[in-house]
């Protein structure tokens, strides 16, 4: 064989040899990849499995079983590894406390035995070939507590194991049923109530309004949208709401309180009352909250009454014999006639004054404990009492109680 012939087969074999390292290496590389994504089964049943490798996949696997274990038992919600019978093969110790049992307690036992489906369970893919179930159950503890529970699985986390996770949410559900029940009462209490309540933003403009709104105005929450309050007030009106508006954004939390007419839908003229607190500032409400009031009846009455102070005013102005309130021991009211009587030009000169001023000092005791005597609505018996005018005569008045 010539020496070039020796050189080719040499070279042969060089690249032979280099072809089955590559592949080597190749497969080498692959299996560590595996092995660093945590996939020890492959690696151990590969065929490049060397005992380096295998003893490295088996550290990594003893290491994964640890770490899933601190994980399983240190969860906070109760989780419970289920065979395909439903039994229970592994709980951790949120799952006992959860229960109220011990764990050899609840190996065995199936969730069928414990809980009562509330819900109907959701199901979805939790993965390639795997599925989940969510739903809600009802505990009941030996110890007869009774707990609300949510309920999440996923199917097949190994061959033949299911994952079962309970989480505790009775307080979550009573505090969300609280707020229901509170969001039901407050709705029941705006919508029913005689006054009425708007959120208005910074312009005066409605952004709701409740129920009894349109009652008194006579519009409804799109209408009032499309205008603001003041375009309901009569002219000489609006300068006073508008100064009670800017006094309002001036100072966050402040309220004013206000009275004007306004135009009802059907055209009659209604008394309001208005009270509105500034609360734009605060974030879960962002409005100025205004409460209504009709008061037109109240105003009505107020107006009637001052009608009929003024005849009785007029009619006992007119009366011949002196009339005198006191109130406080002071004059609060005095006709013609008693001015008169006492020698005065007018009544007006008897306001804020005593009837002891008056009197002589021997009739001016009996004057003083008639007062106080009255006062504390005790039966007094008529009297005589002597007055000064002014020119020095004496005259003698009867006094009662009344």
Not at 231 to 245: G, H, I, M, N, T
Not at 266 to 282: K, P
Request: aromatic fraction near 4%; proline fraction near 3%.
């Amino acid at each position: 064989m010539s020496e070039q012939d020796l050189v080719q087969r040499e070279l042969s074999q060089l690249r032979e040899q280099n072809q089955q390292l590559t592949e080597r290496l190749a497969d080498a590389q692959q299996a560590f990849s595996a092995l660093a994504r945590g996939q020890v089964d492959s690696v151990a049943q590969g065929a490049s499995a060397t005992p380096i490798l295998l003893e490295a996949a088996q550290e990594q696997l003893r290491n994964n079983r640890k770490l899933l274990r601190a994980t399983f038992d240190g969860a906070l919600d109760a989780l419970l590894l289920d065979d395909d019978l439903g039994a229970h093969v592994d709980v951790n110790a949120a799952a006992c406390e959860l229960f109220g049992l011990t764990r050899a307690e609840l190996l065995g036992r199936r969730l069928v035995d414990s809980v009562t489906r509330v819900t109907s369970d959701t199901e979805r893919l939790a993965g390639p070939g795997g599925r989940r179930l969510d739903g809600h159950y009802v505990l009941q503890r030996p110890d007869g507590a009774r707990r609300i529970l949510d309920y999440r699985a996923v199917a097949d986390v190994a061959p033949g194991l299911h994952l079962v996770a309970l989480r505790d949410t009775t307080e979550q559900a009573a505090a969300q049923d609280a707020l229901r029940r509170s969001e039901a009462r407050f709705r029941a209490m705006i919508e029913k109530s005689h006054d009425g309540i708007s959120l208005l933003s910074a312009d005066v403009r409605t952004l709701y309004q409740s129920p009894a709104v349109e009652r008194l105005l006579g519009y409804g929450v799109d209408d009032a949208r499309q205008a603001s309050l003041q375009d309901l007030l009569d002219e000489d009106q609006r300068p006073s709401l508008q100064r009670a508006v800017v006094d309002l954004l001036d100072t966050p939390s402040s309220t004013v309180v206000s009275e004007f007419t306004v135009l009802h839908r059907d055209g009659s003229r209604r008394w309001l009352q208005l009270s509105a607190t500034n609360l734009l500032h605060d974030p879960d409400v962002g409005a100025l909250v205004a409460n209504f009031r009709d008061i037109t009846e109240r105003k009505r009455f107020e107006a009637e009454l001052r009608d009929t102070e003024q005849r009785y005013c007029k009619l006992i102005e007119e009366l011949p014999e002196p009339v005198l309130v006191h109130v406080d021991s002071a004059i609060a009211f005095a006709n013609a006639a008693s001015a008169r009587a006492l020698g005065l030009d007018s009544s007006e000169q008897l306001i804020g004054r005593s009837l002891v001023e008056f009197a002589t000092a021997d009739t001016r005791a009996r004057i003083v404990q008639h007062t106080l005597r009255a006062g504390h609505d005790i039966p007094v018996p008529t009297y005589v009492w002597q007055h000064v005018e002014r020119a020095g005569r004496k005259q003698w008045d009867r006094s009662n109680k009344s």
